[in-house]
């Protein structure tokens, strides 16, 4: 009943109306999946590599994924048709195989992750159980700690530091709940630390703050002096946490 008997893919938008891959898996008992794999606004150089159509096509200014669609209709459905979906590591090995490059740029790490995350979606469903448990495992009881972006930069803002993304991590919470209450308040004592200072309180494309500050470190002694002013302890009750995004 898990083996997969078609796999399926279009194009759609993300939040930021550029094109990404929505790939579509079905079991053989009818159970169906979809997963879609939007990209951040910047990626280093050593990243997998998404599949884009070329810069000639004027379509989305050359960012369409039909190409990426396409390899997901006609190279990997072929290749993992037949395969149960339970067999995880099975199904990307064989993926990853049929690319055959380092970074996935043949198929597109794009198509590739999508198929991956819907025959995952598609394989809990059929075992009729969520996906966190059916990939932690039944005795799973623990949530991971959220990690909360709350101060922009890179390609996430039109000026600014060079870091994307300065994150808080409430790793001294003792449940999800407090955890996400704790970064909701760091948050709203950072926007009262950037209007203390005169600096705007727009947000990137993440929604963390976007004040174009000087360097790395006025960022991160910014977000530091929130952590304080909010109550908690930096290094004890939240760390702190960077996306660079480098290359």
Do not use: W
Request: proline residues 4%.
């Amino acid at each position: 009943m898990y083996e997969i008997a078609s796999v399926t893919a279009r194009e759609i938008l993300d939040s930021r109306g550029n094109p990404t891959v929505e790939a579509t898996v079905t079991l053989c008992d009818g159970t169906a999946a979809s997963a879609s794999v939007p990209s951040g606004a910047s990626t280093g150089a050593h990243e997998a590599a998404e599949l884009r159509d070329t810069e000639n096509d004027t379509r989305y200014r050359g960012k369409g994924v039909l190409r990426a669609v396409s390899n997901v209709r006609e190279r990997i459905a072929p290749a993992i048709v037949g395969v149960p979906a339970t067999e995880q590591g099975r199904v990307d090995s064989l993926m990853i195989a049929l690319d055959g490059e380092y970074n996935k740029s043949n198929c597109g790490a794009n198509a590739i992750l999508s198929v991956s995350l819907a025959a995952a979606r598609a394989a809990a469903t059929a075992a009729r159980a969520p996906l966190y448990r059916y990939l932690g495992g039944a005795l799973r009881e623990r949530m991971p700690v959220p990690m909360m972006n709350i101060l922009n930069g890179g390609a996430h803002t039109t000026e600014g530091t060079d870091f994307q993304e300065f994150m808080i991590i409430p790793t001294g919470a003792d449940s999800f709940s407090d955890a996400v209450r704790m970064g909701a308040e760091v948050y709203a004592t950072l926007k009262d630390k950037l209007r203390e200072r005169g600096l705007p309180t727009g947000v990137g494309d993440e929604g963390g703050f976007a004040p174009g500050l000087s360097d790395e470190r006025a960022a991160i002694e910014l977000i530091l002096s929130a952590v304080s002013a909010a109550g908690y302890s930096a290094g004890r009750d939240i760390m702190l946490g960077l996306d660079m995004a480098a290359s």
